[in-house]
């Protein structure tokens, strides 16, 4: 996605992440996240301790956290900028749907106009 935004001109910031537990029965929670990510070929997600996780911001009561290094924000606008232009070039059009199968809303699909 980074290397897009760079690419395309799309402003963005790897700013990171913490997704946390706040109590130990979320814990295995976090571990199934790790997992996947890990499946999905995330490879710097890692498991930290609450006082790591506090070094970072202060403020937060945890009792365990998954960092992700990697993750960011981005221009939602600039970006959907960048593939308009690049769906008109292949003439190819973008709707919104409310729910796609999978059960997410909000999505998105591409339809080939001939």
Not at 7 to 33: D, F, M, N
Not at 71 to 100: C, E, K, P, R, Y
Request: include cysteine.
């Amino acid at each position: 996605m980074y290397s897009y935004c760079e690419a395309h001109g799309v402003p963005y910031k790897r700013a990171g992440k913490l997704i946390v537990a706040t109590q130990s029965q979320q814990v295995p929670v976090l571990e199934k996240l790790a997992k996947v990510g890990k499946d999905n070929g995330v490879t710097d997600l890692r498991l930290i301790e609450a006082s790591e996780a506090q070094e970072m911001e202060p403020q937060l009561q945890c009792v365990k956290a998954l960092w992700s290094p990697s993750s960011g924000i981005l221009d939602s606008h600039s970006f959907m900028l960048a593939l308009q232009v690049i769906t008109n070039f292949l003439s190819l059009s973008l709707s919104q749907i409310s729910q796609s199968p999978l059960g997410f809303f909000g999505a998105w699909i591409c339809i080939v106009t001939v």
